[in-house]
């Protein structure tokens, strides 16, 4: 029996219609791909630096699948321990210098490498092989072979020169694939691509859910109250609605700043007027129901009406505007980012890779504004798809055909 029930529950209907759809299934899979490579972060990125911000000008503007190898020799000390979250979330700072090379050779005591140039083969840089390995050693001395040192600690050490060699080949020299070339100063697109998931997910998340929580609020006392209070609703809901929505962002921008959370903000404050529009548009005809009577005759407060047994009421049109404006959020945060008011540098925006490499579509590495682009593109497509489907799983008579 409470499967029977569970089978013709709204939500089960509502989800059978809508896995039937299939670019709308596509597009929920490419959200929640796109939600996991979001999370996972530095995690799968192959430049592990906070926000993917290694910049080799050596290697700048390469195309996609270059390969060169780095030489890693230690500044400082070595980096120090990071947890696994922050790691994922922030990045592993790394107190090494990076040096794309050529090749190398181990003459002696010394490592030669020739620093990798596109304009010359003649660039070359030397390591003893205690500075690569043991940055900090003292009371160097080297007798039959053997290196004994006081390391950073003081604590006396000897190791052989094939030790060493064996510690710089595991812990200084590396190969790295770009698999999708670099920008104009040296940093992986890749990398920077998969940190710039975050930032479009997170403005669309956050700035939709500041849009619910205005907009529903708004909508729900305009339509419930009615009267004075709903006309003040809708000439508040007009006056906004009659502003252009990205030089009111640009405003609200200039007022709070350039940043982060500003750009949240900026487009949740300026989202919320469609939202509350349907809220109202939906609770009008809903106030005058059985149950709504019902529920002010037994004393219950206006609060517990509109918040128990209204707004679940008119939550499949706000579902389905959600997604829509998840869109526009990631749309106008781009654009933001284009025009310099969005995210700052380096944190990595795929609006601001936009400004940063345009210039090059016109020279042979177009693909440096092209990749970007299309990166919003599939997701502004995909949310508007997905909202497409969920309009017809969501719609009650559409519904009623089916069965």
């Not at 009577?293 to 008119?314: D, F, K, Q, T």
């Not at 693909?367 to 997905?386: D, R, S």
Request: hydrophobic share 45%.
């Amino acid at each position: 029996m409470d499967q029977g029930f569970k089978s013709s529950s709204p939500a089960f209907l509502a989800w059978k219609k809508f896995s039937r759809n299939t670019t709308g299934m596509i597009s929920l899979s490419f959200i929640v791909l796109s939600i996991i490579i979001a999370l996972t972060g530095y995690l799968i990125t192959p430049d592990k630096s906070p926000n993917a911000n290694m910049q080799l000008l050596e290697i700048s503007t390469m195309k996609p699948g270059f390969r060169v190898s780095l030489l890693k020799p230690p500044v400082g000390g070595n980096s120090e321990s990071t947890g696994f979250f922050r790691k994922m979330f922030f990045g592993l700072p790394d107190k090494r210098q990076i040096i794309p090379i050529r090749s190398y050779k181990i003459i002696g005591d010394s490592l030669h490498a020739v620093i990798y140039d596109p304009d010359s083969t003649s660039l070359s840089v030397s390591f003893h092989l205690l500075a690569l390995t043991h940055p900090g050693a003292s009371d160097i001395k080297h007798t039959d072979g053997q290196f004994s040192f006081k390391n950073a600690q003081d604590m006396p050490e000897t190791k052989s020169r094939e030790e060493l060699i064996d510690d710089i080949h595991k812990n200084c020299l590396s190969y790295s694939t770009y698999w999708l070339g670099t920008d104009q100063f040296g940093r992986d697109m890749l990398s920077r691509l998969i940190i710039g998931t975050r930032v479009s997910l997170s403005v669309g998340f956050i700035s939709v859910l500041i849009s619910l929580i205005i907009g529903i609020s708004v909508g729900s006392i305009g339509g419930y109250f009615g009267g004075r209070t709903d006309d003040f609703v809708v000439w508040l809901i007009n006056v906004v609605w009659s502003l252009p929505t990205l030089l009111l962002v640009i405003a609200i921008t200039f007022a709070l700043g350039k940043g982060f959370w500003q750009v949240f903000i900026a487009v949740g404050l300026t989202m919320w007027v469609e939202v509350a529009r349907i809220v109202r548009g939906q609770i009008i005809p809903l106030r005058e129901k059985e149950y709504i009577e019902a529920g002010r005759a037994l004393g219950y407060s206006n609060l517990r009406i509109i918040s128990r047994h209204v707004v679940p009421n008119i939550l499949s049109p706000v579902i389905v505007i959600s997604a829509a404006n998840f869109a526009s959020a990631i749309l106008i945060e781009a654009g933001l980012s284009f025009l310099g008011l969005g995210v700052q540098p380096p944190v990595p925006s795929w609006g601001s890779m936009i400004k940063e490499n345009y210039a090059y579509i016109i020279l042979d590495s177009a693909y440096l504004a092209i990749l970007p682009g299309l990166a919003i593109m599939f997701m502004v497509m995909a949310f508007m798809l997905v909202g497409n489907a969920l309009r017809d799983a969501l719609d009650v008579r559409l519904q009623g055909s089916d069965e």
